[in-house]
């Protein structure tokens, strides 16, 4: 098995169980989202005290952040899909 192949075929009859966790590639991804969220609450909170500056900064940081994390995480699942020859929208798996 190659190493950048994150699918345990050996262990399991499920296509890619505990993908988000083995597959550390996900990771960037899911880091991203994850500021996506807490900068959703600190832009909440300086539009909340009136700080519309902060709020605006926050803000674009949030959705950039989120929009990039969602096409990392997506990237690498098409990857992972690519290498089982199938695509998203196979309903094979979990």
Not at 12 to 23: F, K, L, M, N, V
Request: proline letters at 3%; a negative charge; aromatic letters at 6%.
């Amino acid at each position: 098995m190659n190493s950048n192949d994150p699918r345990d075929l050996a262990h399991t009859t499920r296509e890619h169980p505990g993908e988000a966790i083995e597959d550390a590639r996900n990771w960037p991804g899911y880091a991203l989202i994850g500021v996506a969220i807490v900068t959703l609450g600190l832009t909440l909170v300086a539009a909340g005290y009136g700080f519309v500056g902060w709020a605006w900064i926050a803000g674009i940081v949030c959705g950039a952040s989120l929009l990039l994390g969602t096409l990392l995480v997506l990237a690498e699942h098409r990857r992972v899909k690519r290498l089982d020859n199938a695509s998203l929208t196979d309903q094979v798996g979990h």
